[in-house]
């Protein structure tokens, strides 16, 4: 490939056949010739530097007016650093430009100066030279760009200008075309009595005239626009005249093809108006509840399709029957289902068609006026006829009878009496009657029959049960029907309300496109708006004002007449279902009193035992709790129903309350009444003295045959049956008294699960919104209820422990001795151990933990007084234990076991001990524990921390046992520091002290001195 010729200058570089590759010639080039001066200047500092010793006494002598001058003369100098440096030679043998005068035109002032340079052949080849003329050559050249870009510009401009004025002329023959088009469509279809394709081709040419420029009219004619205006006439009146006669024949069918056609030809009001005046004689027609004649003579009937003659009378004759019979719901069924089916059919297409004229609103303002005049008018004539208000003050005054009967002490002592009579199964004996077991059961249903007819005037001022129950039905139906046409008037009225809005925002939409089309053509044609795009802002403010006050229109109010109807209503029903409620739940309170096997039946919770002996085993519960919580269950749920949340909160607040009150006093006045029965020595549980009073009183009314030999020993064999069956009976009659406890428990649970029950209905059934969540707030105060009903439960439970205690205070102190120490008078016994001497059995002696070696020798093969009192505490306990439910059961017991240890605590601080005693201690709290364990039911109460954790004097005597048992002293402060620190100690220093005293073996200075030593 030959060598690149390397040009003089950028010119000529711009004109060789490769520009690029010369260009790049030229820039190697320049670039070695400026490292060549660089190491030129670089020589001529450093030769500068060493003569600058001999030059500058020379330049010191001088003066300053001959420096300056040699300065000025002599160019190849300059100062640096406080010394004249000489340029280097090729800057120095560089040629100079000369300036030369150019003079254009005789004007003196259009001279210019141009500094050139002389291009001789000395210079020509020079470096500096090539520069000079390469920057030359590039001004000049972006000067002539300069100028010619300016040119083009004008150019361009004139060429935009043309090129707008041709699109304006080609949309504006567009127009017209489309003008006289349209013109032309809409008369041959108007001649073809096509008048939607007419109102189409209308509508088609307003929208180009809304749009079209003055030259595109003219374009179009004065004969096309005259044809417009005629055939836009004939068409609204044609269009009209069929839309009056299909609205004056309630032809659909008409109506569905010509309402659409109404917007294009801006008759939308008078469509609006028309359709109205359609719609309110379809609404009267289909809400008439009259019944019609039938015709005598169905000839002049017009035939339907498949039917004869007779089959149309007959029909017309059901039709005519079942109007005269129609009940209230049935007429507000009919009339909410004839505003509801002409909505869902015609809402759709009035929105589509007139919703620029407000169609779709004035239509479902229409509708609900019409519904509403007439259902409020039916509700007003039924509450009238029924009497509600009347009915309404009479039962709450019933009401409130019954809740001053049951509530608050309103019980007599002659009712307890019956009570226990009815539980123990003798009713007639104690009330004067008499009669064997067959008997009984006829006179419990009569009695209970009796009682049920004093209903505090419930009857008499409300009505029967049944008939209430019925009309409260009839009414919840009435509030359902009517709660579901407002709900869905008001989601009609929501999906309009989003129509409007969704219409409003597109105009917006397009109006602010067109107010951005106007300013892009003001800022082409300049910084004015023309007088068009004046025009057309001041169209598109006023059109923003109407957006605006759009807004504002309601189509129903928040309250309306139906609402208020039914708010009244509301109220009404939920006195009425209070009174239901009360009146249901006070013949359910009589059932339990007068019980037979029917009433009570095995209880069903969560935690029931399964075996056949264990606690709760055989747990009964009353149907009073059933019967309630169903009746409270059913008035709530069919409130429910209603839909109507401030109803449905009333009939929640009313089950909250009843069942919070009512029934929680009931129950916990059953539970005393159990508690009574439950008395050792005067209910059903043996006492000191035998068998218990209430299980002697039903021996004794046994048909005046007695019970010989129930005291015991002289009882003779010939009455085992007997004694058989006054067992049978006394369990019977404990286990309808635990049931009572039971029901407490049952009601807890059952409550429970209908809160649970009541938030699914709600979620299921009601919208979200702010009433449904106050809704849901009165349904969650059930939840106090559940809490009172646990505490009242723990309170009976302590009542039974309390009656129970002064019986196993008697059990500890048979077994311990009520001296607590010592020995018998006739024989010295170990541990309650029988001792027998001469043949005879000896009775035991008291506590003692005073033992040598044969005593505690003897009191591991025998039977010491720990496991005779925990078998009488099972004799006592174990009927209770399997009629309680498994949570009873366990705070039963763990009751009776804090009063048994603090009667042995009391005993053991009466006795003397030594090592083995103290060792026979342990051992019995160990026995004790078992005991405990073996009848606990609860998995988490069955290790000895949590039994003593829930048991304070159990955990007391576990703690005594472990300070007896100390070997030494010194171990008494690590034991006490060591529990503490576990939270596992409640003795106190005086406590430990006198416990430690009573060690035989332990010197009570020293114990003295330990304790002293700890205080301090």
Known sequence: ????????????????????DALLALADESES?????????????????????????????????????SKREDPATYFTGGQFVPLPRSLRDAPRPTRKISQKGSNSSSITDHETITNSSSSASHALTHATLASESILSSLSKIASGGSAASSEMRQLESHRQRLDEEAINIDHALRIREGCQRGGDSLMGRRYGDAARAVADVNSILKECSMNALQLAGEEALEAHSKTKKVTKRAIGERYETAVANG??????????????????????????????SVLTKEMNLDAEEVPVDMAHVERAEGMSRAAMRRRAEEEQLLRRNMSVPMKLARIYNAAVTHLRHHLPMVAYALGEADGDAALVQLVHVEAEKRAVDILRDYMSEKQLNLTVRRADGVGKKIEDRYIGGGFSARDDEINIANVLGFAGDALGGGGGSGGGTIDIVTKRMAAQKDDCGFQIEVGNLADVDAALEEWALVMQHTESYERFIRHAVNEVVKARKLRREQKIEEKNRLKELEEAKSREHGSDMTGSGRKSSERLSSGDVDVDQEEKVEILPPHTALNEVAAEIGGSYSALERCLLLAGMQRAFVHANYPDDSTFSPVVLDGSSNSLYGAGSRALQTNLVEECLFAARRSTLRAFATGHTGTASAAANVCVDVLGRLLLDVLIRRAELGASLLKPGEGLLDGQSGLGQAALSFAKSKAGKGLRGVHGAGARSGHRVEDEELRKQTMLGVARATANFNDLEVVADYTKRLEGNFLKEIDSGYPRGHDTEQLRMCVKGLKGVVESFTQASGRSMEQLISTLLPQVRQIVGDAVGQDGGGTSATASNFLGSPVLAGGATIAPTVLNYELDDESFEMSQISEGFVVRMCSRLDELIDPLRVHLVPKLSDDLLVGILGGMAKRMEASIRKSKFTPLGAISLDSDVRYIMNFAKDRIDSPQLKSNVTLCKICPPLARLNQIALLMNVDDLEDVLDLISVSKRKGVWDLKLDEA??????????????VNDLLQMDDE
């Open 1 to 20: 490939m030959p060598p690149i010729a390397i040009p003089s200058n950028l010119v000529e570089s711009l004109g060789c056949k490769s520009p690029h």
């Open 33 to 69: 010739t400026a490292l060549k001066l660089a190491e030129e200047l670089a020589a001529s500092l450093s030769t500068t530097k060493k003569h600058s010793a001999a030059t500058g006494s020379h330049n010191n002598s001088s003066s300053a007016g001959s420096g300056r001058r």
């Open 251 to 280: 032809d659909v069918v008409q109506l569905s093809e010509l309402t659409p056609l109404l917007q294009m030809l801006d008759m939308a009001e008078l469509g609006v108006r028309l359709y109205l005046q359609y719609s309110q």
């Open 993 to 1006: 002290k006198t416990l430690l005293s009573l060690r035989v073996d332990f010197e009570g200075e020293k």
